[in-house]
């Protein structure tokens, strides 16, 4: 599968909340595509960014650091 099979392309995603600690890195150079017909698991400890990266692919929350493509579109 190529390129204009990816349904989200992401290239060293990055985020951090900003906190009183100097700030929480949940998401650090991530790499992730996602094909036209494949069946994906996010799993993790609470905390790890799993809701982060989702609202990240589905644009209600900005991206910080690096690329995200779903369905083509980019939303950086």
Excluded: F, W
Excluded at 4 to 13: A, K, N, V
Excluded at 20 to 43: F, Q
């Amino acid at each position: 599968m190529g390129p204009s099979d990816r349904i989200i392309s992401i290239r060293g995603l990055g985020h951090t909340y900003d906190s009183r600690d100097g700030g929480r890195r949940v998401l650090h150079a991530l790499d992730l595509n996602v094909e036209t017909g494949e069946v994906v698991v996010i799993t993790g400890a609470s905390g790890a960014g799993k809701t982060t990266l989702l609202t990240l692919c589905g644009a209600l929350r900005s991206v910080q650091t690096g690329d995200v493509h779903v369905l083509g579109t980019s939303l950086t």
